[in-house]
């Protein structure tokens, strides 16, 4: 994509999700904990041209390192993405999303029964399967809907 | 075996189930050898929910084996009514016990308890999740009629809200035996549990009749079918109703079919198969002091 076709502006220190799975842009925002009130400047591109996906989603967070664990998360719902780590407006570290082995926080569990979504001090908990999560707590196995289960509590 | 928690039978081996088993026909053969073994001891009872087997047979398993318990006594006046967590809870009651054993209506809530806890936690049965200590006095009743060897079970009813199906289907992956599961569409296997019994490479089949199947079965596990779990009470009566046995049904079973019911039973197992030698359900309810006992003798340490 050319200049004149960017949509997105360049950030000049920050994080650089790319590759986002077309649609999953505020997924992933509410995964990172993004919201109107958290403060950061954030650029947006949904469902823009991409030689590798045929669109994407395409996120820019200004002023904010994303570490590898939060955005191994992304892999649930983005498995192509990718982070570039940003400084002085230059890519100063690139990775791929990798599968986590378990999620903690940021998913709640659709079971109503599960004693994580009542009034208790403590976080939900997933393990990680090859084709979904489960709940660590009551079992649940979570396949299709996993980013229905984003809590933006 | 000296685990911390007994939460879920998946966590147990077949060399720990086999520990307790061994231990219950110790404490079954000479109770007296085990009478002062835990004197002092307190087991800090914490139900949520109604109980009377369970919660009956581990105050007679503590005492027998010398010891005593607390008990937090029903909700409605307890702490809990005054909105006090669970977490809570079992923090302060773990100040009052050796032991916990926790009976709670959700899911996952004993492993949740069992991280807010230094004494050994025993799951009593949390929600359709698990109900390993359940699970042990099935196994022993097996052990004891039937054997594991070329094990055949059948087990049938409410599988998909039926903690004592599940954790006993998750136990049975550690020995050598086949489990076929008779249930409506609607109350089949969940999918979590399912899961499980396939990355154990379990045997198991699941049918909607229990004709086809009974003839091969060495044990028939039977579960209550509760009238909460469909829309009205016609649907209800018309599909319980496929899922009850009486001695006419069993005139296809094997003569050493063993007949087992977590209890209490409602009426699908007619009375008069009471007084068949197919009938184990009462002798595992006994069974579930004994098999108690050794298991709180091995938590508190009693192989030391």
Do not use: W
Not at chain 1, 85 to 112: A, M, T, Y
Not at chain 2, 128 to 142: E, M, N, R, V
Not at chain 2, 199 to 215: F, M
Request: aromatic residues 4%; contains cysteine.
């Amino acid at each position: 994509m050319s200049d004149r076709e960017l949509r997105v502006s360049k950030i000049r220190n920050g994080t650089v999700v790319d590759h986002i799975t077309a649609g999953q842009a505020l997924n992933v925002l509410a995964i990172l904990g993004i919201d109107a009130d958290s403060g950061e400047t954030v650029s947006v591109g949904m469902r823009v041209p991409s030689d590798r996906l045929g669109s994407k989603d395409i996120v820019k967070v200004e002023g904010r390192e994303l570490s590898q664990d939060e955005v191994d998360v992304l892999s649930l719902i983005a498995p192509a993405a990718t982070i570039n780590i940003v400084q002085e407006f230059d890519v100063v570290k690139k990775h791929r999303v990798e599968r986590p082995e378990e999620v903690v926080g940021v998913l709640s569990c659709p079971n109503r029964h599960c004693i994580t979504t009542e009034d208790e001090p403590v976080e939900s908990r997933f393990d990680v399967l090859d084709d979904g999560i489960r709940c660590t707590y009551c079992d649940t196995i979570v396949r299709d809907s996993i980013a229905e289960q984003i809590d933006v509590a | 075996m000296r685990h911390d928690h007994i939460i879920s039978a998946k966590q147990l081996s077949r060399a720990d189930i086999e520990a307790v088993l061994d231990r219950a026909a110790e404490v079954a053969a000479d109770p007296d050898a085990f009478a002062d073994r835990h004197e002092n001891a307190l087991l800090g009872l914490c139900f949520f929910e109604p109980s009377t087997r369970t919660k009956m047979s581990f105050t007679a398993a503590a005492k027998r084996l010398g010891g005593d318990v607390v008990d937090m006594g029903t909700v409605e006046s307890s702490s809990v009514k005054k909105g006090e967590s669970l977490a809570d809870t079992v923090r302060v009651v773990e100040g009052y016990a050796d032991a916990l054993v926790l009976r709670h209506p959700s899911e996952g809530s004993a492993q949740m308890a069992s991280e807010f806890v230094d004494v050994p936690l025993i799951n009593a049965g949390d929600g359709a999740g698990q109900h390993p200590t359940q699970t042990l006095l099935d196994l022993y009743t097996i052990r004891e009629s039937a054997g594991f060897d070329d094990l055949t079970i059948g087990i049938m009813g409410d599988l998909k809200y039926g903690r004592t199906v599940h954790s006993l289907a998750h136990a049975l992956t550690n020995f050598d035996a086949d489990q076929h599961f008779i249930s409506p569409e609607s109350l089949q296997l969940p999918r979590s549990v399912r899961y499980d019994l396939h990355e154990e490479g379990a045997s198991i089949r699941e049918h909607t009749e229990l004709d086809p199947v009974l003839p091969e079965l060495d044990v028939l596990y039977v579960t209550r079918i509760q009238a909460e779990r469909f829309p009205d009470e016609s649907e209800y009566r018309a599909i319980a109703g496929e899922y009850q046995i009486d001695t006419t049904t069993l005139e296809a079973a094997r003569d050493d079919l063993t007949v087992m019911h977590p209890l209490p039973r409602v009426d699908e197992i007619a009375h008069e198969i009471d007084d068949t030698d197919y009938a184990h359900y009462f002798q595992q309810a006994h069974n579930g002091v004994p098999v108690r006992m050794a298991l709180l003798d091995l938590v508190l340490g009693g192989e030391q």
